[in-house]
């Protein structure tokens, strides 16, 4: 996600350092279907990564209160033996 954040902030920054040259040499069309690409990207990135993240965080949270258990299991028994 970060690297398509940072295409997308550098055509942003290439545009307005160089818009003049952009219009010059009639090349706007050419830039506006390059940022679009390049937020069509850091979309689906973001798409990934968010799914990513749904569907590991359930895990996460059966692991924790799992391990939860465990302890309070372990730390509620007497100890024999000893």
């Known amino acids: 996600m ?13 545009n307005s350092t160089g818009i003049r040259v952009v219009k010059a040499f009639k090349k706007t069309d050419y ?6 690409q390049a ?5 689906d990135a973001n798409v990934k990564a968010e799914s990513t ?8 949270l059966l692991v924790a209160n799992a ?8 730390g ?3 100890r024999r033996g000893r």
């Open 2 to 14: 970060r690297q398509t954040i940072d295409t997308i902030n550098q055509k942003f920054r290439e």
């Open 31 to 36: 830039e506006e279907r390059a940022f679009a």
């Open 39 to 43: 937020t069509d990207a850091s979309f």
């Open 53 to 60: 993240m749904m569907l590991l965080s359930p895990l996460i």
């Open 67 to 74: 391990l939860t258990l465990v302890i309070l299991y372990n």
């Open 76 to 78: 509620g028994t007497p």
